[in-house]
C-alpha cells in the first residue's frame, strides 16, 4: 500500500517529478538561434509595441504573447543569449507541469495520478522540439494560460460560483493571444462535464449558456480575423487534403504521444514493422536500445491497461479519445506538415488516462500490477531518456543550431565591424535554413549587409572588401 501523502510529502515528490522532467529535457537549455528565430528577431527592430496586438497581413500567424512578446521581453532582459530566453520558456513548462498535478487532482481526488500525470507528460518526448527551438516556446506559454483557464473552468463546475468565470475566459483570451489551440478549450469543459456526470437542470443549462457568449462570440470575431484579414494559407504544406494519410496521421500522433522518437516516422514501416536499412546503419549503436525499451513499454502498458480495464469506465476513454482527435483537426488533414509539438495539447488527455490506470495498478493488493506500473514508469522514463540522444544525432533540430552558432561565432569573431558582404564557405541548403537566409547577419550587423553562400571554392571569387567566413574547418 502506498501511504498517505501529507502537504510535505507532496511538496517534494513535485519538486522531484519537475527535477525529473528537467534532467530529461535539459540539453535543450543549450540550443542557439536558428531559422525563423532570426526572422523574429528582426522583426523586433521595427515592431511598435503599442501596435503588437494587431492583425497583420505579412505574417501568417497570430501569436502576439507566444511570439512576439515573449521575444521582445527576452530580447530588453537578455540580448542575444538564448539561455535567457531558454529559462523563460522551461519556466512556462515548469509551471504547466505544476497546473497538470493540480488539475488532475482536483478531477480525481487522487494526489499520486496527478503527480503521475505530471511525469509522464513532463518526461515525454513530444518536448523536444518545441523546448529546442525558441521559435515554438508559444506552445507552453500558451499551454500555461491554456491549463489556468481550464483549472478555473473546473472551479466553477465544481461550484457554479461567478467569481471563477472572469479569471477562466481572461485566461483564454491570454492562450488566444499565444496560440490558436486555445479554441479547444471550450471542448475540454464540455469533456469534464460528461465525465464528472454533472446533472444538466434547467438552471444550470441556463447557466452555462450564459457563461458561454463570451467565448461564441470570440471564436466567432476569431474566425472572422482568420478568414478575412489574416487568412490563414491553404498552399503548399498548409493545403489540407482528405485521404487515408489522416488515419496514418492520427496513429503516428498517438505513437508520438506514448513516447516513441519523432524521427521513426521517416524511417519505420507501419505494415510489416521494419526499420529502414539507412536508419538502421547510421544509428545502429543507439537504435536498438530505443527499439528494446519501446517494445518493453508497448508490453508494460498493455498489461497495466489490461489489469486494470474493467475499473476504467468506457465513456472516459471516449472522452479521452474525442479529446486527443479534436485538439489536432486544425492539422490532422494537411498531408506534409506533421509536427510533434502540434501534440503539446493534444497529448493531455492521452496522459491523463495512462495516469489514472497507472495509479489504480500501483495502489492494488496485486503484486504484479504493482510492479508492472513500477516498471512502466521506469521505462517511460529511461525510453525519454535515451530518445533525446538519439534526437541529438538524428533529427535536424540540433544539425541546425549547431551550424546556426558556429557561423555567427565565426562571424564576429573575424573582426569586421561594418562588413557590406559576407561569404560563408562551406555552405549549403542545411546551411542557409539554418541562418534563414539573409537574416541572421542582417541582425547582427544592420539591415545594409548581405549573405553570400558558397559550396564550393571553384569558379567562385570573393571580391576585395568582402567578410569571407570559413566557419567549418577540416
Avoid at 201 to 217: C, D, G, M, R, S
Avoid at 275 to 297: C, R
Avoid at 418 to 435: A, T
Avoid at 444 to 472: N, Q
Wanted: a positive charge; one cysteine or more.
Amino acid at each position: 500500500m502506498i501511504p498517505k501523502m501529507g502537504i510535505k510529502r507532496i511538496t517534494i515528490l513535485l519538486l522531484l517529478t519537475l527535477g525529473i522532467a528537467l534532467y530529461v529535457n535539459f540539453q535543450s537549455l543549450n540550443y542557439y538561434f536558428f531559422q525563423d528565430d532570426w526572422f523574429i528577431l528582426n522583426d523586433l527592430k521595427t515592431l511598435n509595441p503599442l501596435t503588437i496586438f494587431l492583425p497583420r497581413n505579412d505574417i501568417i500567424y497570430y501569436r502576439p504573447i507566444g511570439i512576439q512578446t515573449f521575444f521582445l521581453v527576452s530580447k530588453n532582459l537578455f540580448g542575444l543569449n538564448p539561455l535567457g530566453y531558454h529559462v523563460l520558456g522551461f519556466g512556462a513548462f515548469m509551471l504547466s507541469l505544476v497546473l497538470i498535478y493540480k488539475i488532475t487532482f482536483q478531477l480525481t481526488a487522487k494526489k499520486l495520478t496527478g503527480l503521475l500525470a505530471a511525469l509522464l507528460y513532463g518526461t515525454a518526448g513530444i518536448h523536444y522540439m518545441a523546448l529546442s527551438w525558441l521559435s515554438l516556446t508559444w506552445n507552453y506559454i500558451g499551454l500555461a494560460f491554456f491549463l489556468l483557464a481550464l483549472k478555473f473552468a473546473i472551479s466553477f463546475l465544481d461550484t457554479n460560483k461567478n467569481k471563477y468565470v472572469v479569471g477562466a475566459f481572461v485566461f483564454f483570451l491570454l492562450c488566444l493571444f499565444s496560440t490558436e489551440f486555445a479554441l479547444v478549450l471550450p471542448f475540454f469543459v464540455i469533456g469534464i462535464i460528461l465525465g464528472k456526470n454533472i446533472k444538466l437542470t434547467k438552471q444550470l443549462l441556463i447557466l452555462y449558456f450564459k457563461t458561454a457568449l463570451p467565448y461564441v462570440f470570440t471564436v466567432f470575431v476569431y474566425f472572422l480575423i482568420r478568414v478575412f484579414v489574416i487568412p490563414i494559407p491553404a498552399e503548399g504544406v498548409y493545403r489540407p487534403e482528405v485521404g487515408s494519410h489522416i488515419f496514418k496521421h492520427y496513429i503516428w500522433y498517438f505513437l508520438w504521444t506514448i513516447n516513441v522518437p519523432e524521427i521513426f516516422k521517416y524511417h519505420l514501416s507501419l505494415t510489416n514493422f521494419t526499420l529502414t536499412s539507412e536508419m538502421l546503419s547510421a544509428t545502429q549503436n543507439i537504435v536498438k536500445p530505443i527499439i528494446g525499451l519501446i517494445f518493453t513499454e508497448f508490453i508494460l502498458l498493455a498489461c497495466s491497461s489490461l489489469l486494470y480495464l474493467r475499473k476504467v469506465k468506457v465513456k472516459l476513454v471516449g472522452i479521452a479519445a474525442c479529446l486527443f482527435a479534436i485538439a489536432l483537426a486544425p492539422v490532422i488533414s494537411l498531408p506534409h506538415h506533421t509536427y510533434v509539438y502540434y501534440l503539446t495539447f493534444a497529448a493531455l488527455p492521452v496522459i491523463f488516462l495512462i495516469s489514472i490506470v497507472v495509479d489504480g495498478n500501483l495502489k492494488s493488493k496485486n503484486k504484479l500490477s504493482v510492479g508492472i506500473a513500477g516498471l512502466l514508469i521506469i521505462s517511460w522514463v529511461m525510453l525519454s531518456i535515451n530518445s533525446k540522444t538519439f534526437n541529438e544525432v538524428t533529427h535536424w533540430v540540433p544539425a541546425e543550431q549547431v551550424v546556426s552558432r558556429k557561423i555567427v561565432q565565426a562571424a564576429l569573431q573575424n573582426g569586421s565591424k561594418n562588413p557590406s558582404v559576407i561569404v560563408i564557405y562551406p555552405s549549403s541548403k542545411l546551411v542557409k535554413l539554418s541562418l534563414l537566409d539573409q537574416q541572421a547577419m542582417k541582425l547582427i550587423f544592420g539591415e545594409r549587409v548581405k549573405t553570400k553562400y558558397i559550396e564550393t571554392l571553384d569558379g567562385h571569387s570573393v571580391a576585395f572588401g568582402d567578410t569571407f567566413i570559413m566557419w567549418d574547418r577540416p
